[in-house]
């Protein structure tokens, strides 16, 4: 299986990190470089029953803590991110149709909170918000703003999406 794992202000991970994932992967890296939070974030990805819904950066053997923990601190800049976002992208066919599924989470009280997810492929995207206590769903399809026929591949995407890794 290839994917590419999106991480974007994850701890040591400042800014937006695509990182490919291959049949044989290897993290090298100096301590606090982001090995463990990178492994934290692909077991999230990969839990099907969770993600993104919940999210399992504290389950066993991982520990990464509440929002403020988890959330990117730049010390030079005294910057604190408000979010930080996971997610993988898959080519599904012939290396143009790729479709890509990110979390953005925010924090309560240093409860991690799902804000946002958005699963995109070539047909168009589809972005889940949360708005208060309710969550807002906004679909976007290619074919309807060409004024054409709604058609099905844009709901087989997201089906795909969804069982990538099952």
């Given at each position: 299986m290839e994917f590419n794992v999106i991480v974007e202000n994850v701890r040591s991970l400042f800014g937006e990190y695509k990182i490919p994932v291959r049949p044989l992967t290897v993290l090298v890296g100096e301590?606090?470089?982001?090995k463990t939070t990178f492994l934290s974030v692909l077991t999230t990805l990969l839990n099907n029953n969770k993600y993104p819904w919940k999210?399992?950066?504290n389950?066993?053997?991982?520990?990464?803590?509440?929002?403020?923990?988890?959330?990117?601190?730049?010390q030079n800049n005294n910057r604190i991110y408000k979010y930080f976002k996971i997610g993988f992208?898959?080519?599904?066919?012939d290396k143009k149709n790729k479709a890509k599924t990110i979390a953005t989470y925010g924090g309560d009280y240093g409860r991690i909170e799902l804000i946002q997810v958005e699963?995109?492929?070539i047909n168009g995207h589809l972005i889940i918000e949360k708005k208060g206590n309710a969550y807002k769903v906004?679909?976007?399809?290619?074919s309807l703003e060409h004024s054409?026929?709604?058609?099905v591949s844009?709901?087989?995407?997201?089906?795909?999406?969804?069982?990538?890794?099952?």
């Open positions: 301590n606090s470089s982001g999210n399992s950066f389950d066993p053997p991982f520990d990464l803590g509440l929002f403020d923990n988890i959330v990117s601190v730049e992208e898959k080519i599904i066919d699963i995109s492929s906004n679909i976007y399809h290619r054409e026929p709604f058609n844009f709901v087989q995407d997201y089906l795909i999406m969804l069982r990538l890794f099952t």
